[in-house]
């Protein structure tokens, strides 16, 4: 500054203060930079919290996703609003349930992209906003900077990306790495006077489960406990009874658990290049020449179906655990990391064989909760651990609050910032109950539309279209939900507590086709 003040006498007074105005400009700019973390979201595909080493998990090996939640936080009760893959992406850029933002299912509507959305509202305020990996809404990216994203469900090798403006292009080699090169490669050359947002939408660990070459066979050695509710018969429960979702009757064989597949003609093989092929083969041909010898039936060859979707859908896990270690050393390594909010989280759970399933879309425990943990360093404690009712309409409030940017009116969840800090008080009470809506019916699965609330203690819920019951769970005395107390003695006040919170729910969400349901339930 005092080069400065020693101005040349050719230098006009005016244009001295202008440049001191700019000196000054620049300065702030660095300080608000310097001050504004940076934030990144990992959001990966159907990953089950009940299947990472941070939630309790002994057996299976999550070393840096469990990292994020030893150097940050961890939530246990983290709920979906809309148990499925592209709805909870929508709410995670609008910040509102289905009904609202327009995305209820996983079909060909177009997302709609005029509505407030998280990227937009955080590039309004200085952030440079990135996309990379999985998106899924047909539609491309709205309020980005980059982008460069898979076409629909993407593919696990070999997959083709959108870029920018809207050319497709395929690359050679597993999805999970070309993400990660992409993102980093994304880091390396933004615009760093400017704070950033960056999406890294994973596959992983989606159906089919095509583990990365490196990690074929990654469980093989281990035989995992089947579930205490593996062969539950549905007692009291008609919509869990009627399902299309079971290891037993809709697991394919060739389709999800490579037996016999001609490597040439079914569709997610014959995009594998020779080398990738030739390992691929090798590994699983002797996965098909195991089943066929033992020629096994009925509870044995539901309980190996069993075994084989776990040794592939955790060693397909690995390769999402790898690169995420792998975004977290460039962090470390380029000096980002001090500055960097990094939050791992998955759409919404999954089932590994609990009441027999896999896939995701009730209102039960096993899909309702999904993973997030999350490290902001200097802010938030190491070993922090939050057990309150979060819910994915918070997830874009409380970005946006890190941010230092205000919170649209029209996003309907709210900032848990506070509990991260472990400065929610009193005085601004959270919240006791969580509402739930699914709608995607018949296909896939034959999962009856429904709705519900859930407390600390108590789930209730209301399937219809079809199904017309209802159903109530204690989950302190029955966790595995295995038991509708729905209409038991005893339960008459509880119920009625419930339905009336359910009601200022929906009507606190404006879900107004849920509340001309409700109005003609059966009692």
């Given amino acids: 500054m005092l080069a400065i003040l020693n101005y040349p006498a050719k230098l006009t ?44 998990n002994k057996i299976v090996k999550t070393p840096n996703i469990d990292r994020i939640a030893r150097e940050g936080a961890l939530l246990t009760n983290n709920l979906v609003t809309n148990s499925i ?83 497709t292009t395929q690359y050679t080699g597993y999805v999970s790495d070309l993400i990660t090169q992409f993102a980093t490669g994304w880091l ?78 079914d569709f997610l093989y014959n995009r594998l290049n020779a080398e990738q092929k030739k390992v691929f083969k090798a590994y699983y041909d002797k996965v098909s020449k195991e089943v066929t010898d033992k020629n096994l039936t009925g509870k044995a060859l539901v309980e190996w179906k069993f075994q084989r979707y776990l ?15 792998k975004l977290l050393d460039y962090l470390d390594k380029s000096g980002l990391s001090k500055n960097t909010v990094v939050i791992y989280a998955s759409d919404q759970g999954f089932y590994l064989g609990e009441h027999g399933w896999f896939d995701k879309r009730f209102i039960y425990e096993e899909s309702l909760k999904t993973p997030f943990v999350i490290r902001y360093p200097g802010v938030i404690k190491p070993g922090t651990k939050v057990n309150d009712l979060v819910v994915n309409i918070d997830w874009a409030p409380t970005v946006l609050n890190i941010a230092g940017v205000k919170t649209p009116a029209d996003m309907q969840g709210k900032s848990f910032l506070p ?52 159903e109530l769970y204690d989950l302190q005395k029955d966790p595995k939900e295995v038991s509708n107390i729905y209409g038991t003695k005893g339960t008459e006040k509880l119920t009625a507590d419930l339905k009336i919170k359910l009601k200022a729910l929906m009507n ?10 409700l109005a003609t339930a059966k009692p």
């Avoid at 309004?124 to 047909?138: F, S, V």
């Avoid at 050359?189 to 489960?209: C, M, N, Q, Y």
Wanted: glycine letters at 8%; aromatic letters at 14%; charged letters at 25%.
């Fill in 188 to 265: 390396e050359k933004r615009d760093d006077s400017k704070p950033f947002f960056l999406i890294v939408g994973h596959k992983a660990t989606h159906r089919e489960w095509m583990p990365d070459l490196q990690d074929l066979g990654a469980y093989d050695n281990v035989n995992f406990p089947i579930p205490s509710t593996f062969y539950d018969d549905y007692k009291g429960r008609k919509a869990a009874a009627d399902q299309d979702m079971t290891i037993d009757k809709t697991m394919r064989m060739k389709f999800d658990l490579k037996v016999g597949v001609d490597y040439e003609k």
């Fill in 311 to 325: 040794r592939d859908y955790f060693s397909t896990a690995n390769s999402l655990d790898r690169n995420i270690g």
């Fill in 508 to 517: 606190e969400y404006k879900d107004d086709e849920a509340l001309k349901i």
């Fill in 419 to 470: 509990l991260l800090k472990g400065t929610q008080t009193a005085q601004v009470p959270w919240r006791k109950e969580a509402y739930y809506h699914y709608y995607e019916f018949p296909q896939p699965h034959h999962v009856y539309p429904h709705f519900g609330l859930r407390t600390n203690r108590y789930k209730l819920v209301y399937f219809y279209q079809g199904a017309d019951s209802w």
């Fill in 13 to 56: 007074l005016k244009a001295f203060l202008g440049l001191i105005a700019l000196v000054l400009s620049i300065s702030t700019s660095h300080a608000q930079t310097a001050k504004r973390p940076n934030i990144i979201f990992i959001f990966s595909d159907d990953h089950a919290y009940q299947g990472i080493g941070a939630y309790g």
């Fill in 85 to 167: 893959c592209g709805p909870s992406r929508a709410t995670l850029l609008t910040g509102k349930y289905s009904h609202l933002n327009g995305y209820k299912r996983n079909d060909r509507t177009k997302f709609d992209t005029s509505q407030t959305l998280l990227s937009e509202t955080l590039r309004n305020n200085g952030y440079q906003t990135a996309w990379i990996g999985k998106m899924h809404l047909n539609s491309l990216p709205a309020g980005f900077d980059y982008w460069n994203v898979l076409p629909d469900q993407g593919h696990y090798y070999n997959p083709e990306f959108i870029g920018q403006p809207n050319d």
